[in-house]
């Protein structure tokens, strides 16, 4: 296992896991914080022995959002808007989403603000029965400002980011899982396995499609159909000239599960 000050990482098996362990500060965001988990990110989808990305955290809490007493220090020396906590956290929400390897939120305790929203940058979310969700914005007179405003519409509906957004409700782990929020509930003493197995699925498919597909989805809501399906077919060629498409291909015909290698 590897630590980056208020992170902890370790790769087994083709699966990253990142613990975010800052427990006495409810594993609140801070700068270094931030630039740490940007670099392992860089690191890991640089790392062709990485086929996915767990996301988790240490304590009761996934994450209380920002570090509100950084906030409070740069606000007394007047440097609020310019010491670039929302640049950073920005530069860390872009990576994570564009990342090129499966992500997955093992989600523990409280996910709030900026915390909520780093879940909302992984692909997939599995949440244990104590996690709760909360927008945490308007409550402090603010507006989202790490992709919430970006991705609740698009995974819950407009009608639902609103109510989640406006009214600043807590969000239960069963509230959460109704409104599609995430994708699977579990005891929280079998999140760490039930993460694990997923990822181990995830580990052993063809990560080169699964990089295409992501980008697809991803850019696809800025295109017509048309667009989009040549997108698919220019996707598509690539990954048929992949070393994966030709071991499906190999696989179907001799009529064997394939093995992937990720490229």
């Known amino acids: 296992m590897t630590t980056h000050d208020s992170l902890l990482s370790q790769v087994e098996a083709g699966v ?15 700068i270094p914080t931030l630039k740490s988990l940007h670099a392992l990110l860089e ?3 640089a790392d062709p022995a990485v086929r996915v990305v767990v996301l988790t955290a240490n304590g009761r ?8 007493d950084e906030w409070a220090a740069a606000e007394a020396r007047g440097a609020l808007e310019s010491y670039g ?16 390897k499966p992500t997955i939120a093992a989600i523990n305790g409280t996910a709030v603000g900026a915390g909520m929203d780093l879940a909302l940058c992984c692909d997939l979310r599995i949440a244990g029965e104590s996690a709760r969700f909360k927008a945490g914005y308007t409550s402090m007179a603010y507006s989202p400002d790490a ?9 819950i509906g407009a009608e639902q980011a ?3 957004l406006f009214l600043d409700e807590l969000w239960g782990a069963d509230r959460a899982f109704a409104a599609g929020l995430v994708s699977e509930i579990c005891a929280d003493d079998q999140l760490q396995t039930a993460a694990s197995e997923l990822a181990a ?3 052993v498919g063809p990560t080169f499609a699964f990089a295409q597909t992501k980008k697809l989805m991803r ?5 017509s159909l048309p667009e989009q399906l040549h997108a698919e077919l220019a996707a598509g060629l690539l990954c048929g000239r992949s070393e994966d498409g030709n071991e499906a291909l190999r696989a179907a015909m001799e009529k064997r599960p394939a093995r992937f290698i990720g490229r």
């Open 16 to 30: 990253a896991w990142v613990t975010i362990n800052r427990t006495a500060q409810r594993n609140a965001l801070d």
């Open 43 to 45: 690191t890991y989808n």
């Open 61 to 68: 809490s996934f994450c209380a959002g920002a570090d509100l």
């Open 85 to 100: 906590w929302t640049e950073t956290a920005h530069a860390l929400m872009s990576r994570l989403c564009s990342l090129e």
């Open 147 to 155: 992709g919430a405003s970006w991705h609740l519409p698009r995974l």
């Open 162 to 164: 609103r109510r989640l």
């Open 201 to 203: 699925r995830l580990a």
């Open 219 to 223: 850019e696809g809501a800025d295109r």
